[in-house]
């Protein structure tokens, strides 16, 4: 009877990943239609957000320190070689939402999905991870994005990894939003 019950866990444990993916990929239907999607893209985000669960883990702040560091540091250098255009203006509005979307995505990419894959181990976490995150943002970015998308999604998970926490990419990935929008 145990193995059932664990069984029908795992079954239900993908249900949030999947709405999360849903809901992310939802974006694509609302692209370009105006000021009017603001407050349901931030429903989006705030979904995503509810539907992943991701695990708040308190760890030290020293073990989050370096690889908050190290990908601050990459995000600007990456910013100051590369001009990518981002969908949103830097309005307060639109870095509100580019923050809220960056903290969304990593609940779900580094909070649910990489702790789901890490009794895989870490390689297949981090890689496994990144690839999703690469691919969830092809239909926006296009495949010339793919390989900054890939290398983001890279940077994020080993965060991930090496702090305990997803709250370090979730930092990170903001600041690579905020750094994004601005002109």
């Known amino acids: 009877m145990n193995t059932t019950i664990e069984l029908q866990h795992r079954n239900d444990s993908m249900l949030p990943l999947a709405a999360g993916f849903l809901l992310l990929f939802s974006r694509l239907f609302l692209i370009g239609r105006g000021t009017s999607t603001i407050p349901i893209l931030a429903l989006i985000y705030l979904s995503v957000l509810v539907v992943s669960r991701p695990a708040w883990n308190a760890i030290p702040a020293s073990r989050a320190l370096f690889p908050l560091l190290l990908?601050?540091?990459a995000v600007v250098c990456?910013?100051?070689f590369l001009s990518a255009s981002f969908p949103m203006r830097a309005t307060f509005t639109g870095v509100a939402l580019s923050v809220l979307a960056a903290v969304a995505e990593e609940g779900l990419f580094r909070g649910a999905l990489f702790a789901r894959l890490l009794p895989r181990g870490r390689a297949v976490a981090i890689v496994a991870s990144a690839v999703a995150?690469?691919?969830l943002h092809v239909p926006f970015y296009g495949l010339s994005a793919l390989p900054v998308d890939f290398g983001a999604g890279l940077?994020?998970?080993?965060q991930r990894s090496e702090s305990g926490t997803w709250a370090v990419p979730a930092a990170t990935h903001a600041l690579a939003n905020i750094v994004a929008v601005l002109p």
């Open 71 to 73: 990908g601050s540091g």
């Open 133 to 135: 995150f690469a691919l």
């Open 155 to 158: 940077l994020f998970a080993w």
């Open 78 to 80: 990456v910013r100051l």
